[in-house]
T-cell receptor, first 113, second 113 residues
Framework: ETGVTQTPRHLVMGMTNKKSLKCEQH?????MYWYKQSAKKPLELMFV???????ENNSVPSRFSPECPNSSHLFLHLHTLQPEDSALYLC????????????FGSGTRLTVV | GNSVTQMEGPVTLSEEAFLTINCTYT??????LFWYVQYPGEGLQLLLK?????DKGSNKGFEATYRKETTSFHLEKGSVQVSDSAVYFC????????????FGTGTRLTVIP
């Protein structure tokens, strides 16, 4: 365990389903990140939260909706996804945005059918 | 803008062979450079980093030197082991703006006995 825990590890969902990914850290970090890892593409930064405030949204489609209720928890709510959204979704945290000490979770492998 | 280009894999080597994974970058300002490693079923872990030109990062027998003149940060190891089989990501933070972490596509390394 790295200190960043993601659940579930695997998720299969239909295009009409609604599901949520969860990320939790107790490292005392104040910045949390969602990345998308697809084959043969760079890791894509999706969202950044710094002290619970969203500071980055890299043109992510609205079918992905993040939520950060406190500095320890980060969610990614999913609805009406497409098959091309199938990927590994990684959560990371750092002491605050702009610092370089990132800790990553193991990811959620999402398959959209 | 900021981008990282690394050699496409997969790379397959025999145990004790010499490893080089090429990485070049484009960045505004003076970036810090990183190599992350992702073992099967796990998240990314920081392998090594360098924060200024001519710095050499090293860890677990891996080395990379920050070459500003060639905008490169190639990863090397003199003698790979089966346990080094993983995906390796080159990354940078730009030291300007939000200072987020930008990744390359990753290079899968398989070491065979």
């Amino acid at each position: 365990e790295t200190g960043v825990t993601q659940t579930p590890r695997h998720l299969v969902m239909g295009m009409t389903n609604k599901k949520s990914l969860k990320c939790e850290q107790h490292l005392g970090h104040n910045a949390m990140y969602w990345y998308k890892q697809s084959a043969k593409k760079p890791l894509e930064l999706m969202f950044v939260y710094n002290f619970k405030e969203q500071t980055e949204n890299n043109s992510v489609p609205s079918r992905f909706s993040p939520e950060c209720p406190n500095s320890s928890h980060l969610f990614l709510h999913l609805h009406t996804l497409q098959p091309e959204d199938s990927a590994l979704y990684l959560c990371a945290s750092s002491p605050q945005q702009g610092t370089e000490d990132y800790t990553f979770g193991s990811g959620t492998r999402l398959t959209v059918v | 803008g900021n981008s990282v280009t690394q050699m496409e894999g997969p790379v397959t080597l025999s145990e004790e062979a010499f490893l080089t994974i090429n990485c070049t970058y484009t960045a505004t300002g003076y970036p810090s450079l990183f190599w992350y490693v992702q073992y099967p079923g796990e998240g990314l872990q920081l392998l090594l980093k360098a924060t200024k030109a001519d710095d050499k990062g090293s860890n677990k027998g891996f080395e990379a030197t920050y070459r500003k003149e060639t905008t490169s940060f190639h990863l090397e190891k003199g003698s790979v082991q089966v346990s080094d089989s993983a995906v390796y990501f080159c990354a940078l933070t730009s030291q300007t703006g939000a200072n987020n972490l930008f990744f390359g596509t990753g290079t899968r390394l398989t070491v065979i006995p």
